[in-house]
């Protein structure tokens, strides 16, 4: 998660977190994904994002940590719990 901060960023694979997610902090403002719809996409920080950086890797660690699926329970935490902005 770390490598979130650095210029290069990281690889969507590497976080290990929904696309949907990723998608949200594009369509924030927070994160460009090159190419968004591929699992090999590089997530890099926005200027806006490099502001929130704690707050953005915070929301991609709940979420990767997140049970998924229908085990995961009303209490399950989603994209929106964690909401930077």
Do not use: H, N, W, Y
């Given at each position: 998660?770390?490598g979130?901060?650095?210029r290069?960023?990281?690889?969507?694979?590497?976080?290990?977190c929904?696309?949907?997610?990723v998608?949200d902090?594009v369509?924030?403002?927070?994160v460009?994904?090159e190419p968004?719809h591929?699992p090999?996409?590089r997530?890099?920080l926005?200027r806006?994002?490099?502001?929130?950086a704690?707050?953005?890797?915070?929301?991609?660690?709940v979420?990767s940590?997140?049970p998924?699926?229908?085990?995961?329970?009303?209490?399950?935490p989603?994209?929106?719990?964690?909401?930077?902005?």
């Open positions: 998660m770390m979130l901060r650095v290069e960023g990281v690889i969507a694979d590497e976080v290990e929904p696309q949907s997610a998608l902090l369509d924030r403002g927070l460009e994904a968004a591929e090999s996409a997530i890099v926005t806006r994002g490099r502001l929130l704690d707050a953005v890797a915070r929301e991609l660690a979420i940590e997140a998924s699926g229908p085990d995961a329970g009303p209490d399950a989603t994209a929106k719990q964690a909401d930077p902005t």
